[in-house]
């Protein structure tokens, strides 16, 4: 049985920092492509970032590129999301996901593709003032 839970949810003024973690269980590695998904009031869920656990490649919103860093501990089996600068813009409830086993090609082109996510953790809320 597969579950992720995030945790990280704050308030903070904007240009501030915070980092999100998704810890993921009952799943090693099948999962391969792991990602950040928000939704802010009013507005459809978007991908934010994603890392495809295979390669450790990376992929990200253009809106948090350069601001945000999408990681993985393989020996924590925990995702994470390191926001810097973050801007009123910014706020939304921050959910995790993963989906695999998928190839990297897949990965690079499809992160943003949330019909094929497997697995969602419930939500962490996140609000900069």
């Known amino acids: 049985h597969v579950q992720l839970v995030e945790s990280g949810s704050a308030s903070v003024q904007a240009g501030k920092s915070l980092r999100l973690s998704c810890k993921i269980t009952g799943d090693p590695y099948s999962s391969n492509c792991r990602a950040w998904f928000r939704q802010a009031p009013g507005k459809e869920r978007e991908g934010v970032a994603a890392v495809y656990i295979g390669t450790g490649s990376t992929y990200y919103a253009d809106s948090v590129k350069g601001r945000f860093t999408v990681s993985h501990d393989n020996a924590k089996n925990t995702l994470y999301l390191q926001m810097n600068s973050l801007k009123p813009e910014d706020t939304a409830m921050y959910y995790c996901?993963?989906?695999?086993?998928?190839?990297?090609?897949?990965?690079?082109?499809?992160?943003?593709?949330?019909?094929?996510?497997?697995?969602w953790g419930p939500g962490t809320q996140v609000t900069v003032s």
């Open positions: 996901a993963a989906r695999g086993p998928i190839t990297d090609r897949e990965a690079t082109f499809n992160w943003r593709r949330q019909s094929s996510y497997n697995y």
